[in-house]
């Protein structure tokens, strides 16, 4: 996998396909901690790194949303996340466009902002959304 993360409840993984073209998760058994099948959701591009809204200090601005950077098509996709069963589904509003390679992805800890890091001209993207939807934000 491209990335790989635990919820802050210990009950699901996430990870990134090797292709990158697809989110994974699973449930994690609460006794042993061994994954336990779940599914996955195209990204519709090649994904490279992710972050969890619910990893966030801030309550107000934590959400259970995942965002994904897809490198080859310079955008970040976010989903919703079914927080019984992990599932993720693609959000209406949750596309915005970054400069040219986005090889990582950051939201920050207190705010409504998320931050990529793009191979092109070595920037970065500063990118805003609504916890409460998890949408982009203009």
Not at 77 to 97: E, K, M
């Amino acid at each position: 996998p491209n990335g790989i993360a635990i919820d802050p409840t210990g009950t699901h993984l996430f990870a990134l396909a090797p292709a990158g073209d697809a989110a994974l998760w699973c449930t994690l058994d609460p006794t042993t901690g061994a994954p336990v099948p779940g599914g996955q959701t195209r990204t519709r591009g090649p994904a490279v790194d992710f972050a969890l809204g619910e990893d966030l200090t801030a309550p107000a601005f934590a959400s259970p949303h995942l965002y994904v950077a897809l490198e080859g098509a310079a955008e970040v996709r976010g989903f919703g996340r079914d927080a019984s069963t992990g599932t993720l589904t693609p959000l209406g509003g949750g596309v915005a466009d970054t400069a040219p390679g986005p090889i990582g992805l950051a939201l920050h800890p207190a705010a409504p902002f998320a931050i990529t890091a793009n191979t092109s001209g070595q920037s970065i993207t500063r990118l805003a959304y609504d916890p409460p939807t998890g949408d982009h934000v203009a």
